[in-house]
Each structure stands twice: as structure tokens, then as C-alpha cells.
């Protein structure tokens, strides 16, 4: 049997097991195998023809559809690379990152592409869009070429680009401590890898219906599609207004397995699940934070046939480690042990390792670490470094350095090797299952010019995971309207980042040693005097 090399492979060797298998239902329609492979050939052909060059990038900004997976596996297919953009983002966000990475082709629906229209004004690398079918597209701005989606793929065949797996695959962008997305690039390899291992211990197999209700920007909403597609299921592509929406599909659809963040299984708990549901639903996981023990029990409870798997990711090597089911009821506090193919270790400062039950770094190595951040050597050093010497897997007689992936996050490893999430080192706030850069929601307040000064910080919360608190102070002239600054943000904020709370303090706020506004007093004397 044909095994999968690169990430287009995943579909492809599908198709030559079982073309007739169903692959995609989006709606009340659904693509096999074979209809999916032979639209993402094309759509490579399309892309040939247009003149992409190996290693250019084509930005999808879409909601989930047939065609954001076609786009997502064609790209590479022609020997590009994807770059997925939430459809949730704003469009300086969205311009923000297609300049950073160079976005040579874009791919958008006619409404989406209306909402950018200033934005790509600026996007100078930009030399097509892609539009998919439907109104009639508004000229592009400049030099830019414009077609539809079945134009691109009515383009004759063409022979891609020579890739192998250590090539690029894909740019998956997530929030950075400086206040600006960066773009974790993966390879081929990263990719594929981490679709054998997660269906692996998941036991997903041609049968399963998985749900993907995460965004394919996620690493965890990506890996719904490859894990299903390397043993030849089918992915069910969810756009969700309430939760609610989520259950009836799961029912209508005879959903298999199901992942989602924990803000998403807090209001799940608190609707009627159809007893039929437990009788399909084989599994459920979790990622993007730890699941409170208070959901993951009244989840046992709607679904008392479902296994529960608990998982702990990173977009830097795309998945970690995973509790099995078996050992839920005896640590449900754990987040497990590595996932197949990946070792992760608890390291001191100093590299060494840490004892039982020590404090120390999360350290992942092996297949899945990442090959660092797009356009970011800084960043790239601080989290992907040389694994020291004298580490594990390192014999003394090997010369190349072994680069790691430096999670930021503190954990603890019992006598048993179960690790046991402790807290992150830096400044990113989780909550509703995305990373969010406390700079990041500061840069967008001082945009608004409604506010002097201002820090943006987390706070724990049982439903959210944290919730964004800020403290701010007036302009230099005139007061601060809270309830104006807060409709701004929702202007120009995706849902997610939009702060929960904005205390108004008089100026200035007080600075750290290095001049900076001193975050770490200002968020630990509010969460005192709030009694939290």
C-alpha cells in the first residue's frame, strides 16, 4: 500500500485505496475521494499556470468550505505553500500577515475580498486573487490580476514543482508576545507525521466521521482534516453560530469523534445531548488549555460510551502528548504522556533534567518540532534551540546539533512519566481556545486614541480559560469613555480578543526598572484587589 510522503499524499493515497469513499460533507453536499483529489490537481494546475514559483505562498481567507481544503492541499500540491488566515480576522490583520510572508496568490470569496480592498493596496508581493464563484468580483486594486475559481481550474494540466518532505509546507500564524502574529512554518513531514501519530492513538480509521468545528487555521482544526484523511475518513466541515449547531451536526451526521477547546464543551454541558449521540460518538478531545474537571465529568456524563482523550499541543510542533482514556479516572489533572513518534522532556535552565515532580520546561523534539518562525530570527532562537548534549537521545558522538522545540510552559513529570501542566512562562493570555499577545489588544487601544496609557492582561476564568482585563488611563486631553472604547474594539477586534473589563486609572502607570509599564504589579495588585 502506497504510504504518504508529502501533504497532498494524505488525499491522494486515499483516493487510490477507495475513490468512491466519502472524504468532505459541507452542507448537504459531499465529495469522495476521487472528486477531491482530481479538484485539488487542478487547482495545482491552476496555480502552475498562473507561474507560482516552489516555495511561494497562497493565502486562503475563507470560511471552512469545499474549496478552503482544496486550496489548502492544492497549494502544496503545485509546490507552494498555504497559508490559512482565520476567516475571524480583521482585515489589517489579515493584510499584517500576507505582507510578512509575502503572499503571492489569494484566495477569497467576492465578499471577503470587498472588505479587503484598502488593505491590499499595500500587499506589493500580491499578484493574483482567486474569487470564488458567485457576485461579480469588484476590479482588484493596482496590478493585480483577478479570477474566478473556476477559471483557475479549468487551466489544463501542468506539472508541479519537485517538493520533498523536508520542504515547506505550510505557514499556520498564531499571536506573538510582541504584539504581532508569527507565522510557525511546518514542513511537509511536520504535517504528515503528526497525522500518523494522532490517528494513531486515536484509532481513527476509514469509517469515522470527524467534525471539524475548530478553524483551519488552528493546528487542531488542520489535524482534523489530515488525521481523517490518512486512513480515509470523512470530515464533516461545521461553520457554528451557537452551540447548538454543534450537537444537531454531531447527531445528523453520526459524528465519530469530536474535538474542541473548552470554552466550547462549558456550553455544551449546558444543553440536552440526544442519547443516540453516545451511541456513535466513539471519542472526544480537548485542546487549546487544560479541561476543567468539572466539564470533563458532566462530559462523561451526556456521553458515558464516548473515551475521553486530553490532549496538550503546541502550533510550534503541532501536537504533544495525550492522556489515554484508561488513565483518566486515575489523573484527570495530567495531560499524559508523549504522543507516538515524539519525545518530550522536563529540562531545568541549565538543560538538565529535572527530577520527579520538578518544575522544569516543556521540551518537544522528534519529527513534528517545526522549522521555526517566518521571517523571525529572534523569536526563532528563543523557542527552537539546540538540544544540549547531554539530553536524552543524544549519544556523545554525534557532531550536528538536534534543534527542539522550548515550549515557554512549565510543567512537572511524575515518578510514573505523566506530565502535569503547571502555568507558561510568558505573557500570552489563552482564552476561547486562541492565544492572544497582550500587546497585540494594546496596539489595537492606542489605535483607537481613546486611551493615555494601557496594559492588557489575563485572568483566570472557569468558561474562558482567561478572560482579557485591561487597565487604561485617559487621553492627554479629555476622559475615557469605556463603553465607546469598548464598541471600537468590537469593530476592530475579532470576538475572542475584545477585553472583558477596562478600569480606568489617572496616569501614569507605573514603569519597571527597564522603563517598561510594569504588567506583572499592575495585573497581580488588580486581581488582589478584586479578591480572585
Known amino acids: 500500500m502506497q504510504d504518504s510522503t508529502l501533504l497532498p499524499d494524505l488525499i491522494s493515497c486515499a483516493a487510490g485505496r477507495n475513490a468512491s469513499a466519502p472524504a468532505l460533507t459541507y452542507g ?21 499556470g498562473l507561474g507560482l514559483a516552489r516555495g511561494e505562498r497562497v493565502a486562503i481567507y475563507l470560511e471552512k468550505r469545499f474549496e478552503t ?24 490583520q489579515v493584510g499584517y500577515i500576507m505582507r510578512d510572508c509575502n503572499v503571492r496568490v489569494l484566495v477569497t470569496s467576492p465578499e471577503r475580498l470587498t472588505l479587503l480592498r484598502e488593505t491590499l493596496n499595500d500587499c506589493h508581493d500580491l499578484r493574483h486573487i482567486v474569487v470564488l464563484d458567485g457576485s461579480d468580483p469588484q476590479a482588484a486594486p493596482g496590478a493585480i490580476n483577478i479570477l474566478r475559481w473556476s477559471t483557475l481550474l479549468a487551466a489544463p494540466p501542468a506539472s508541479s514543482h519537485r517538493v520533498i518532505d523536508t520542504d515547506v509546507a505550510g505557514i499556520l500564524y498564531t499571536s506573538g508576545s510582541t504584539g504581532k502574529p508569527k507565522g510557525v512554518v511546518l514542513s511537509h513531514r511536520n504535517m504528515v507525521a503528526g497525522a500518523k501519530s494522532v490517528s494513531s492513538y486515536l484509532e481513527n480509521h476509514a469509517g469515522d466521521t470527524l467534525l471539524a468545528a475548530l478553524p483551519l487555521s488552528f493546528d487542531a482544526g488542520f489535524s482534523q482534516l489530515t488525521t481523517a484523511f490518512h486512513v480515509g475518513a470523512r470530515v464533516v466541515l461545521l461553520n457554528y453560530l451557537l452551540p ?10 453520526k459524528v465519530t469523534g469530536l474535538t474542541a477547546v473548552p470554552p466550547l464543551y462549558i456550553q455544551l454541558n ?23 474537571r468539572e466539564t470533563l465529568d458532566a462530559l462523561r456524563r451526556h456521553l458515558p460510551q464516548s473515551k475521553p482523550f486530553l490532549m496538550y499541543g503546541l502550533t510550534e510542533a503541532f501536537r504533544s502528548t495525550y492522556l489515554p482514556p484508561s488513565e483518566v479516572d486515575k489523573r484527570p489533572d495530567s495531560i499524559g504522556k508523549a504522543i507516538p513518534n515524539a519525545e518530550i522532556m522536563v529540562l531545568r535552565e541549565d538543560g538538565s533534567p529535572c527530577a520527579p515532580n520538578e518544575p522544569g520546561e516543556l521540551v518537544h523534539r522528534g519529527a513534528l518540532v517545526g522549522m521555526g518562525y ?14 544540549p ?94 463603553d465607546a472604547l469598548l464598541a471600537e ?44
Not at 482530481?38 to 496555480?47: E, P, Q
Request: with cysteine; proline share 8%.
Open 28 to 48: 448537504k453536499h459531499t465529495l469522495n475521494y476521487g472528486e477531491l483529489q482530481a479538484s485539488i490537481s487542478r487547482f495545482a494546475s491552476g496555480l502552475i
Open 69 to 92: 481544503v482544496i486550496a489548502s492541499f492544492g497549494a502544496p500540491a503545485a509546490g507552494g505553500v498555504f497559508v490559512p488566515l482565520n476567516p475571524l480576522l480583521k482585515p489589517e
Open 244 to 253: 447548538r449547531d454543534v450537537i444537531k451536526a454531531i447527531e445528523r451526521e
Open 270 to 292: 449546558q444543553l440536552a445531548w440526544p442519547e443516540a449521540i453516545s451511541r456513535h460518538l466513539r471519542y472526544f478531545a480537548n485542546t487549546g488549555g487544560r479541561m476543567p
Open 374 to 387: 517566518w521571517n523571525d530570527p529572534e523569536k526563532t532562537a528563543e523557542r527552537y534551540k539546540p538540544l
Open 389 to 482: 548534549a547531554h539530553a536524552p537521545g543524544r549519544e556523545a558522538g554525534l557532531v550536528l546539533p538536534e534543534i527542539a522545540v522550548f515550549s515557554g510552559d512549565t510543567v512537572r513529570m511524575d515518578e510514573k512519566g505523566f506530565l502535569y501542566f503547571i502555568g507558561r512562562r510568558d505573557e500570552m493570555m489563552k482564552t476561547s481556545g486562541y492565544r492572544v499577545s497582550p500587546t497585540e489588544v494594546e496596539e489595537v487601544l492606542y489605535a483607537t486614541r481613546m486611551v493615555g496609557e494601557c496594559v492588557a492582561f489575563g485572568v483566570d476564568d472557569d468558561r474562558l480559560g482567561q478572560t482579557i482585563q485591561v487597565i487604561a488611563t485617559p487621553p492627554a486631553s479629555g476622559t475615557l469613555n469605556v
Open 489 to 532: 474594539c468590537r469593530v476592530r477586534m475579532p470576538a475572542y480578543m475584545v477585553p472583558s473589563g477596562i478600569d480606568v486609572r489617572e496616569g501614569p502607570l507605573p514603569r519597571n526598572p527597564n522603563g517598561k509599564i510594569d504588567r506583572k504589579t499592575l495585573s497581580t495588585v488588580w486581581v488582589e484587589q478584586q479578591n480572585l
